[in-house]
C-alpha cells in the first residue's frame, strides 16, 4: 500500500499546477472530477486564473473506495456545474489515474455532450498499469493501492 500523506498531497497540487502554467497552453477552463479531483482542480484553476467546472463520477458502491469497483464504466453527472459556457480549451482535473477508466470516459463523455471543446488530462497521480497517460501529471506510481491521508479514520477524528 502506497500512503500520501498531507505534505506530500499539498506539495504535489503546487507541482502539477507548476507543470500545468508552465507548459503555456491557453486553457480557458478546467473541469474537475468529483470527488477526488476536485482539490487539485481548484488549485489549477487558481493557477490559471480559469473559471471551474464540476463533474461528479462514481465507480464504486459506495463512498468507501477499499472495494474493487463494480461499474465496468463509470457513471457521470448529466450536467457539469458551472457559471460558464463551455467552449474553448479546457483541462480535466483528476487525483488518481488507476485503470484509466474515469478519465478514458471522461473525455469521451464531454466529447460527446459538449462537442465544441478541446481537452487535455491532468492527475497527481498515475499507476504504471493505467490504460491512458494523463497530458500533465506528477508521479507514476506503482500499481499498488493509494491511500491518502483523507481516507483515514483518524484523520476525522482530530478534534
Not at 463533474?55 to 457539469?80: C, N, V
Not at 482535473?93 to 488507476?98: C, F, K, Q, R
Not at 498515475?126 to 499498488?144: C, G, M, N, Q
Request: proline share 6%; glycine share 6%.
Amino acid at each position: 500500500m502506497i500512503f500520501v500523506d498531507f505534505k506530500k498531497y499539498h506539495d504535489d497540487i503546487f507541482r502539477l499546477c507548476k507543470k500545468v502554467v508552465e507548459s503555456r497552453e491557453p486553457f480557458d477552463f478546467v473541469i474537475g472530477i468529483a470527488r477526488g479531483g476536485l482539490p487539485p482542480s481548484f488549485f489549477v484553476s487558481k493557477a490559471l486564473k480559469a473559471p471551474i467546472a464540476l463533474m461528479i463520477s462514481k465507480r464504486y458502491p459506495d463512498e468507501s473506495q477499499g472495494q474493487t469497483p463494480i461499474l465496468r464504466e463509470p457513471i457521470f453527472s448529466k450536467h457539469l456545474a458551472t457559471l460558464n459556457r463551455m467552449e474553448g480549451r479546457g483541462i480535466l482535473v483528476d487525483d488518481l489515474v488507476d485503470g484509466g477508466e474515469t478519465l478514458i470516459y471522461g473525455v469521451q463523455y464531454l466529447q460527446k455532450e459538449y462537442p465544441q471543446i478541446k481537452l487535455k488530462t491532468a492527475a497527481l497521480y498515475k499507476k504504471a498499469h493505467s490504460r491512458i497517460t494523463p497530458d500533465f501529471y506528477v508521479e507514476e506510481l506503482p500499481s499498488e493501492w493509494v491511500t491518502f491521508f483523507y481516507d483515514e479514520g483518524e484523520f476525522w477524528n482530530k478534534g
